[in-house]
């Protein structure tokens, strides 16, 4: 999905620059921390929330260390209904470079029909990472169980739905293979534009592939040096984030309009419902931030290292998804590299009864926002399925 032009920008911006510096091997922190607008970051989804129109804004802490932003439709809301298999919460995750505003035009819709809990990611928007005294952790199961417990509670014990879009799909995905979270029964997995981290990681042995995805081997990069070995692969750790360095010397704001750019489609309407809402900004203010640019670049350590050995040895084992399973992705970027269908058909059991469905019109890989009412269709279609209630 993202093209070459991304990387000369990139290489251009940095070699121009002063600001970046190497003293005997010691990385300089990265200093471009722009102002946080939180009347920007304070947003609140709608939803059918009650009286109010807007969803229910909090922030719940988890054990894993983080403070999760979230959004959700109050309980009372479907009283004793709330997280029964009929009015299942549907949980909402978003992927990189972005926040849980990426479900913007779906929540108004979808939440008539049950309660939605939506999300940032750890270390995403307004969550703090998963930190505690002895260090950070940043795989997907950890941030799976953090969601969940937040979800729990919310709500106490109850049925969902895992969905989620790239990142936040990832995340999702680790949770239905899992699907054994205390007092959280899931119903079916819903992801959107993605395909696992081994068959995506293998897609980077044709040339086109590994320079759209630069960044898949780029992030990881996220710690310089001194040499060390994690699961036997070679890798650089502490002194400075290397990755980190480089983006926050360019701009996170500025990289990130870069994956935007590249990562959306050809679809003039698409495009304009994407940047509604001050999406864009939005997105760009919270990459502006240190913290943020730091731990989406882990995020991305994760999967090329835990994430993927586990998702390894869970097919080594023949560990897959057992939940119904549908996936949405964007004809336009993932069906032009992948046979979805196919590769997902490896990652499922026969009992998901695995569901494919491509969004056209040249719309591309920010399906959710370029396509929020197919999306909020596939939603419906799927949790038809599942026989949640109109
Ligand atoms: C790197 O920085 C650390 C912490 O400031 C310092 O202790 C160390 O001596 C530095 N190393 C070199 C090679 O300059
Ligand atoms: C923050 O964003 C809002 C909404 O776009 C804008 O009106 C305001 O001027 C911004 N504040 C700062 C300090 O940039
Ligand atoms: C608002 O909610 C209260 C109960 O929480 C209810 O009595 C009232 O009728 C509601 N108002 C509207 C306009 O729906
Ligand atoms: C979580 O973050 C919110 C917003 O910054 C803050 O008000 C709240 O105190 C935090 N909660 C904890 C337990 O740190
Ligand atoms: C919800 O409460 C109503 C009224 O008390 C009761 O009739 C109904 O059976 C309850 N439904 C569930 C799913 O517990
Ligand atoms: C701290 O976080 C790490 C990584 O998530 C976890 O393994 C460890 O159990 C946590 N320690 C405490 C005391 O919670
Ligand atoms: C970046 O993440 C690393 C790894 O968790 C952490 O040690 C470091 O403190 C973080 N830096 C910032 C500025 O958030
Ligand atoms: C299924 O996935 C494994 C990786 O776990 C891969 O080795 C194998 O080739 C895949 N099979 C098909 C039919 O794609
Ligand atoms: C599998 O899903 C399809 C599409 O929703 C549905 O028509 C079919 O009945 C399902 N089959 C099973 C065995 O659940």
């Known amino acids: 999905m993202y093209r070459t032009r991304v990387l000369a920008a990139l290489l251009a911006a940095v070699s121009l620059t002063d600001a970046y510096e190497l003293v005997n091997g010691n990385v300089s922190q990265p200093t471009s ?13 709608l939803g059918y929330n009650g009286n109010d129109t807007r969803l229910t804004h909090g922030f719940v802490q988890t054990d894993c260390g983080a403070n999760l932003s979230v959004h959700y439709t109050n309980p009372s809301v479907w009283g004793n209904l709330t997280g029964t298999a009929s009015r299942p919460i549907l949980i909402l995750t978003h992927g990189y470079p972005e926040s849980s505003y990426i479900w913007r035009d779906v929540t108004p819709i979808v939440s008539t029909r049950v309660p939605v809990f939506v999300a940032d990611q750890p270390g995403y928007g307004l969550s703090t990472a998963c930190c505690n005294s002895t260090g950070c952790a940043y795989d997907k199961r950890t941030y799976a169980q953090s969601i969940l417990q937040a979800v729990n509670k919310v709500y106490g014990n109850v049925n969902v739905i895992y969905a989620g879009h790239d990142r936040g799909a990832r995340t999702m995905h680790r949770a239905a293979v899992d699907n054994n979270f205390p007092g959280i029964t899931g119903l079916g997995f819903f992801a959107a534009d993605i395909v696992p981290f081994i068959a995506e990681y293998a ?21 310089y040096f001194p040499k060390t070995r994690i699961n036997s692969k070679h890798v650089n750790t502490p002194a400075g984030e290397f990755a980190t360095d480089v983006i926050m010397t360019y701009g996170g704001g500025n990289w990130v309009r ?10 003039t309407q698409g495009i304009e419902i994407f940047k509604r809402g001050q999406a864009w900004e939005i997105y760009i203010n919270f990459f502006n931030q240190l913290s ?8 991305y350590q994760a999967g090329a290292f835990t994430d993927y050995d586990e ?5 080594n084992a023949g560990i897959k998804v057992k939940l119904p399973t549908h996936i949405l992705y964007s004809e336009y970027n993932l ?36 396509a929020p009412d197919e999306t909020v269709a596939q939603l419906n279609t799927f949790m038809d399925r599942l026989g949640v209630s109109d």
């Open 33 to 45: 921390n722009a102002a946080f607008n939180i009347t920007l970051a304070d947003y609140r989804l």
């Open 292 to 299: 943020v640019t730091n731990a989406s670049v882990f995020d």
């Open 311 to 315: 998702q390894v040895a869970d097919q």
């Open 258 to 267: 870069q994956i935007l750019e590249y990562g959306q489609g050809e679809n």
């Open 335 to 370: 069906g032009a590299q992948f046979d979805v269908q196919q590769v997902w058909s490896n990652y499922t059991d026969p009992s998901a009864n695995l569901t494919v469905k491509s969004v056209g019109d040249k719309k591309g890989h920010f399906i959710i926002e370029e």
């Open 203 to 223: 897609s980077f042995s044709n040339p086109v592939y590994a320079q759209g995805y630069f960044h898949w081997a780029f992030l990881p990069k996220g710690m």
